[in-house]
């Protein structure tokens, strides 16, 4: 009462002046009442979008090579949400000059990142020594890059030293399964420039050289392709005969199944259970799991692409944010055969 009496007998401009001061205090408690919400909600947004304003190029090969199909969708998707602009610059899995072409000119435009998924580790490795020379950050990622530029070098690797030695180690079970102590072994292999493909070739022979019963007797290089995968096995089989060949390795399951196909074509018996031609892949997809539940195919390796990418897109987020990383990262192979599919069916069973 008596406080409101002394304000009801204040001067008139007394009065004025406290309303205005009243207003100022209160407009002033609601800009800095905006600003913190502001600023809060600013914060959750970058918090979310870390990679806001960031851009990475991913070189790489076409949707049309399965594998590289999973690999551009995972990088792109775990990505893109954080707020990366991500470019996907893609050739066939039959240019790898086309790709050089396409290295140049993402490590011209110098972004934040560049994903390289390379079909010729000889003929990308200039660019990326250039890269180094300029600064731009390259992730090598699956097969290890060229020795002359692998110093300090951002890595994210298959082991393909394993799985060559998994798929030699699902053929010489498989054989022994059907009792076969000599055999002739065709191969069809990923790109044959690619240290990817040399290192899984490195596997098989090691652990082929402990029975040298069996042996390679033919390799062609399908690239990649699971069409051209179909056509050089069904080459060989009309050169071989069928009987010519006891046992098949394509280099992914991709390949390996149009193998599986050919054969049949062919007149050929597949599998353990009918004595027939044993077929192994070595890096896992679905096609590859259902032929080895159909006893068609008789094991595999993991490697499969979902892993791997996932991987790779991390380690690309960690280093985009500033975060230490390893220079170099390696997954870990498995053996995959009938035997544990209840262990890998599922994983090797994304794309």
Not at 316 to 324: R, V
Request: glycine share 10%; aromatic share 6%.
């Amino acid at each position: 009462m008596q406080m409101m009496y002394v304000r009801d007998r204040a001067p008139r401009s007394t009065r004025k002046v406290w309303g205005r001061v009243a207003a100022a205090v209160l407009s002033a408690a609601g800009v800095l009442a905006l600003s913190l919400t502001a600023g809060v909600a600013g914060s959750s947004a970058s918090a979310a979008k870390p990679l806001t304003g960031k851009t990475v190029d991913l070189v790489t090969i076409t949707n049309a090579n399965p594998w590289a199909a999973v690999y551009n969708a995972t990088i792109t998707g775990y990505l893109r949400p954080l707020g990366a602009k991500v470019n996907i610059l893609a050739t066939p899995s039959t240019d790898p000059q086309g790709q050089v072409q396409m290295l140049g000119s993402a490590v011209a435009e110098r972004p934040n990142l560049i994903f390289l998924e390379a079909l010729d580790t000889n003929a990308v490795a200039p660019a990326i020594a250039k890269a180094k020379a300029q600064g731009v950050t390259i992730v090598n990622t699956d097969g290890p890059a060229d020795p002359a530029v692998a110093s300090g070098l951002h890595q994210v690797l298959s082991n393909n030293y394993e799985l060559g030695q998994y798929a030699a180690e699902n053929i010489i079970e498989g054989l022994q399964k059907e009792g076969k102590k000599h055999a002739k072994i065709g191969v069809i292999e990923g790109t044959a420039s690619m240290l990817v493909t040399q290192q899984r070739m490195q596997g098989f022979y090691k652990v082929l050289s402990k029975d040298p019963s069996y042996k390679v007797v033919d390799t062609q290089d399908g690239k990649w392709d699971p069409v051209l995968s179909g056509q050089l096995a069904t080459q060989m089989f009309a050169k071989y005969g069928k009987t010519g060949l006891q046992a098949m390795y394509g280099m992914a399951d991709y390949m390996a199944v149009p193998i599986v196909t050919a054969a049949q074509q062919a007149g050929i018996t597949v599998g353990v259970a009918k004595g027939g031609l044993i077929i192994t892949g070595s890096n896992c997809f679905k096609v590859g799991i259902e032929a080895i539940r159909a006893g068609t195919m008789y094991g595999t390796a993991t490697e499969d692409p979902g892993t791997i990418s996932r991987l790779a897109a991390e380690y690309g987020a960690k280093l985009l944010e500033g975060k230490k990383v390893p220079l170099v990262e390696t997954v870990q192979e498995h053996r995959v055969t009938a035997a544990n599919l209840k262990t890998y069916g599922a994983i090797c069973s994304k794309a």
